[in-house]
């Protein structure tokens, strides 16, 4: 009994501590978005505010200021003072050509007697990805009659992954394409759609990729293997003949040689 109720204490612990924690981080994390380094990103305040005469809102970085605004005036930090626009009339501000370096916690606090977070934003720049390969491994294709598998590599600058494919006709299944992760927040996929091999690689704001066509991958290799096995066997037969024939020539002559003594 003592021990069951310290585990259902304990359980409740637990589940009020999940709770808390998602809880925090998604407040402290704030509304994620992505953008494309060199563009402007406009924020918005999400609360319709009107300033009373001593309450001001401020925008920050990371907690480091980028504009204040009061009732009828607004001071921009000397570091975004180039780079900052308010097309809009509600306290959202608008940040120009956004750097990697911009990556941060955005949030607009209304500071009055009870101050409160009229925005938060969690915003990642991101470069557009690099292009990617899609190769097949070397000495990976083997093919019989019914069926063809092969070992495919996607690789990026900075990471790479392998997936190997067995298939029958068109139908192909999949070992190994795993989803692998770069950079953080940058994907490298491989799949297989409509006859093709894809490789994907990806982030939130651009993607490029690579394809193979699985016929070719499959009877690219089946030719010169048909062609050395065809090659084989000539040499075998011809091989055979000739041994055959100088047997045959071999015995004649010894026959001749024999008569003649
Ligand atoms: C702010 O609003 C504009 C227009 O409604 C929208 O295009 C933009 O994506 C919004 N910004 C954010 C950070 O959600
Ligand atoms: C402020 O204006 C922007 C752009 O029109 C809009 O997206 C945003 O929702 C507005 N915010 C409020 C609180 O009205
Ligand atoms: C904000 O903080 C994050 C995480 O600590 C950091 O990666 C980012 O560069 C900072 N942004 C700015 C503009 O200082
Ligand atoms: C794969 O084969 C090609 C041509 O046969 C060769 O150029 C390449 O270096 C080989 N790659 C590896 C990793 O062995
Ligand atoms: C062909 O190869 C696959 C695997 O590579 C195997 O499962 C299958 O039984 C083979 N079929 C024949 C006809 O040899
Ligand atoms: C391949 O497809 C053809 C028709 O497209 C079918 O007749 C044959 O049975 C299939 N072979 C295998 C091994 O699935
Ligand atoms: C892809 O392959 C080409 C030629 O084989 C090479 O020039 C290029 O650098 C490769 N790209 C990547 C991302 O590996
Ligand atoms: C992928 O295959 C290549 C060539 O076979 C090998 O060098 C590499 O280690 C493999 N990578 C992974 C992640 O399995
Ligand atoms: C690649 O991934 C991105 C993001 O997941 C997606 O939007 C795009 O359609 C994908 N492209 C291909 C060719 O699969
Ligand atoms: C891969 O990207 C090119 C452009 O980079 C595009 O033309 C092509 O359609 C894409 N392939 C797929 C399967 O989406």
């Given at each position: 009994?003592?021990?069951?109720?310290?585990?259902t204490?304990?359980?409740?612990?637990?589940?009020?501590?999940?709770?808390?924690?998602?809880?925090a981080?998604?407040?402290?994390?704030?509304?994620?978005?992505?953008?494309?380094?060199?563009?402007?990103?406009?924020?918005?305040?999400?609360?319709a505010?009107?300033?009373?005469?001593?309450d001001?809102?401020?925008?920050?970085?990371?907690?480091?200021?980028?504009v204040?605004?009061?009732?009828?005036?607004?001071?921009?930090?000397?570091?975004?003072?180039?780079?900052?626009?308010?097309?809009?009339?509600?306290?959202?501000?608008?940040?120009?050509?956004?750097e990697?370096?911009?990556?941060?916690?955005?949030?607009a606090?209304?500071?009055r007697?009870?101050?409160?977070?009229?925005?938060?934003?969690?915003?990642?720049?991101q470069?557009?990805v690099?292009?990617?390969?899609?190769t097949?491994?070397?000495?990976?294709?083997?093919?019989?009659?019914?069926?063809?598998?092969?070992?495919?590599?996607?690789?990026?600058?900075?990471?790479h992954?392998?997936?190997?494919?067995?298939?029958?006709?068109?139908?192909?299944?999949?070992?190994?394409?795993?989803?692998?992760?770069?950079?953080?927040?940058?994907?490298?996929?491989?799949?297989?759609?409509?006859g093709?091999?894809?490789c994907?690689?990806?982030?939130?704001?651009?993607?490029?990729?690579?394809?193979?066509?699985?016929?070719?991958?499959?009877?690219?290799?089946?030719?010169p293997?048909?062609?050395?096995v065809?090659?084989?066997?000539?040499?075998?037969?011809?091989v055979?003949?000739i041994i055959?024939?100088s047997?045959?020539?071999?015995?004649?002559?010894?026959?001749k040689?024999?008569?003649?003594?």
């Amino acid at each position: 009994m003592q021990g069951n109720r310290t585990e259902t204490v304990m359980f409740i612990f637990v589940i009020l501590g999940l709770l808390v924690c998602t809880e925090a981080q998604g407040i402290s994390a704030g509304t994620p978005v992505f953008v494309l380094k060199g563009e402007d990103l406009l924020l918005n305040v999400t609360k319709a505010v009107v300033l009373e005469d001593l309450d001001f809102i401020s925008w920050k970085c990371n907690n480091s200021n980028i504009v204040r605004f009061t009732s009828n005036d607004k001071g921009v930090s000397a570091n975004y003072d180039e780079r900052i626009e308010f097309p809009v009339n509600n306290y959202s501000v608008k940040l120009k050509n956004l750097e990697e370096a911009d990556s941060g916690v955005y949030t607009a606090v209304l500071e009055r007697v009870k101050p409160e977070n009229v925005a938060k934003y969690n915003v990642k720049v991101q470069d557009r990805v690099s292009p990617v390969n899609l190769t097949v491994v070397n000495n990976s294709v083997s093919r019989n009659s019914s069926s063809c598998s092969f070992t495919v590599t996607c690789s990026s600058q900075d990471s790479h992954i392998n997936s190997t494919f067995t298939c029958d006709n068109q139908t192909c299944s999949q070992e190994g394409g795993e989803r692998s992760e770069g950079i953080p927040d940058t994907f490298l996929q491989v799949h297989q759609l409509s006859g093709s091999i894809i490789c994907n690689h990806s982030n939130h704001v651009s993607w490029t990729n690579d394809t193979l066509i699985i016929k070719d991958v499959c009877h690219q290799h089946d030719d010169p293997e048909g062609l050395s096995v065809c090659l084989v066997k000539m040499c075998v037969f011809s091989v055979g003949l000739i041994i055959m024939v100088s047997a045959v020539i071999t015995v004649h002559l010894m026959e001749k040689l024999n008569k003649n003594k």
